[in-house]
């Protein structure tokens, strides 16, 4: 991770955090290179996708909180880190009827995010 321009976690938002691997990844791989200048710095981004809709997403939604609001834990320890926190890409509805328009359009978005960053080759965050 030293030699990267930028930083992309992406994993499905699964119970209101990450599959356990990664869980257990940044709890042993991450907590070091938090103690490290290898990371400090960098841009870092969460691209994720729930099964339930935005609307699922807010208080008085079915799951009650924001997704901003429960990824918390991942800007924290992020930040930590000595990471620059970016606006996280979340496609919502992957359970849902509408999944594979869902997923289209969080394609798309993240190819331009990514392109951008590419195509400028400095920080478009």
Do not use: H
């Amino acid at each position: 991770m030293s030699k990267a321009s930028f930083v992309i976690f992406q994993f499905p938002f699964y119970w209101m955090s990450a599959p356990s691997k990664l869980k257990e990844w940044q709890d042993t791989v991450l907590n070091t290179l938090a103690k490290t200048p290898a990371i400090s710095g960098k841009p870092c981004m969460v691209v994720t996708t729930t099964g339930w809709s935005q609307e699922s997403y807010r208080g008085g939604g079915k799951i009650g909180f924001t997704v901003d609001e429960l990824l918390r834990p991942y800007q924290a320890g992020f930040t930590y880190a000595g990471m620059i926190w970016k606006t996280p890409l979340v496609v919502y509805g992957i359970g849902t009827i509408n999944s594979a328009k869902n997923i289209s359009i969080g394609v798309e978005q993240y190819k331009n995010i990514v392109n951008q960053y590419i195509q400028t080759s400095q920080e478009i965050w």
